[in-house]
């Protein structure tokens, strides 16, 4: 689960404390500090249309930081792509799109609190319309 704009990777505990036991829940800490206790996964920015993104730089090294810890996850607990699942609120509620949209077979579903699709992914005709991945 993806902490939101200011928050830190204790933002979300309340709600993972709501899951099944038998759920290994990881609350990974955006990269980019932003205060004492206060972090961002990307720096707000709009697109050449004007659209809300955010700092492709910023987004392209939190996704590869957050790839990377599923991938790890998974071969670290023996959980595969279909038992995966990833969400987050704010900022982390769009990473999780982002992440999950654009790498499909990485995880099984996503759970989206306050969030919203980036226009990069809207408009890449690329995304592999054949998968099965959950919404919440």
Known sequence: MHNGYGANEEDL????????ENYIVVTPQAP???GNKNYQWYKNQKDKN??????KEDLDKSTRKVEDLIKYLQK?????SDRTFIGGFSQ?????????LENPRLVKG??????TIFSRIKDN???DKSSDLKFL
């Not at 505990?13 to 099944?20: N, T």
């Not at 004007?50 to 700092?55: S, W």
């Not at 670290?76 to 595969?80: A, D, E, L, T």
């Not at 982390?92 to 982002?98: R, T």
């Open 110 to 115: 996503i759970a989206i609190l306050s969030g």
């Open 32 to 34: 980019h500090k932003i």
């Open 92 to 100: 982390g509620a769009n990473m999780s799109y982002l992440i999950g």
């Open 125 to 127: 005709k690329k995304l």
């Open 13 to 20: 505990f309340l709600i993972a404390a709501s899951l099944p």
């Open 50 to 55: 004007g659209n809300f993104g955010g700092r």
């Open 76 to 80: 670290k607990y023996n959980v595969k």
